[in-house]
């Protein structure tokens, strides 16, 4: 990790895995704590989760990687909405 504070550090890894393409993914939550990046929140597929981790590492490679996001069912509609 950089000399940043870990806020500053937090939100960089943020701001990554936002932009990576591999992920994506603005909604995730970033804590890091002395040797440690603890990653919270939701996504679609287990693949992406992984990326999330790939991500981290690269940005974090000194830091142990706790990937807490969980894989939620996104399923297509069922029915047609209807706008009145």
């Known amino acids: 990790m950089s000399d940043d ?3 500053y550090a937090a939100t ?4 990554a895995l936002a932009e ?5 993914e603005l909604g995730i939550k970033v804590t890091i704590r002395p ?5 919270r929140g ?4 287990p693949e992406r989760r992984e ?4 991500v981290a590492t690269e ?5 142990q990687i706790h990937n807490d996001v969980r894989v939620v069912d996104v399923d297509e509609p069922t029915e ?5």
């Open 5 to 7: 504070a870990p806020q």
């Open 59 to 63: 940005l974090e490679p000194d830091l």
């Open 80 to 84: 047609e909405e209807t706008l009145q």
């Open 20 to 24: 990576d393409e591999r992920t994506n």
């Open 42 to 45: 939701d996504v679609a597929t």
């Open 35 to 39: 040797g440690h990046v603890f990653l």
């Open 51 to 54: 990326w999330l981790t790939e």
């Open 12 to 15: 960089r890894l943020q701001q």
